[in-house]
């Protein structure tokens, strides 16, 4: 198992990993952006087949750590994931999406993503027992949520209202470290 996480810059049609070439295109306000993946892909409680989707920041000024995913017409949510801020030195000026390295067979499981230009981007929150194990397998803490509300990111449409997302947004965020240990979200990366 590769323990490292794999970072990827996504060039229309030129980077590709793990038998994917994913292509991305983007908006500002809500950093729409398309990938497309020739594999599958984890994300927080369901795995997406190989294909195109979009990815947005919920429209909110206040509080720009809560992502969602589309289907490339936009008219099916896949989910609604919370994220803490991950941050890089130096913005890129493309696309950068980090994933997990999984055992052989197992899909990647999207870590973070970075919108072009910007220094902070948007590092995923998993269920904790999927957190714990991302942890071990990568040597590095994960975000993470109490398994039994992972079930409410993947509600349809018509149920994600506004009130839902402020619900989901107070749910308590804890990191799992390799160790197995569980912490407060701030320690496990501070200095990030």
Known sequence: MN???????????????????????????????????????????????????????????????????????????????????????????????????????????VKAWFYPGDNYGHDFVYPRAKAAALAKANNQPVASMPDELAGKTTKPAKSMNESSVAAMKKTPLKAQKPTGQEVEVSEAFAGK
């Open 3 to 109: 323990k490292t996480t794999t970072n990827v810059i996504l060039l229309a049609g030129l980077a590709f990993l793990g038998g994917m070439a994913p292509r991305a295109l983007a908006d500002d306000w809500d950093q729409r952006t398309i990938f497309t993946f020739s594999g599958p892909v984890e994300i927080p409680g369901q795995v997406l087949d190989a294909g195109t989707y979009v990815f947005k920041v919920v429209d909110s000024a206040s509080d720009r750590n809560v992502v969602q995913v589309f289907s490339e017409d936009d008219n099916h949510l896949y989910g609604t994931f919370l994220t803490v801020p991950d941050y890089h030195q130096r913005p890129s000026g493309k696309t950068i999406i980090n994933f997990e390295e999984r055992a052989a067979g197992d899909p990647e499981a």
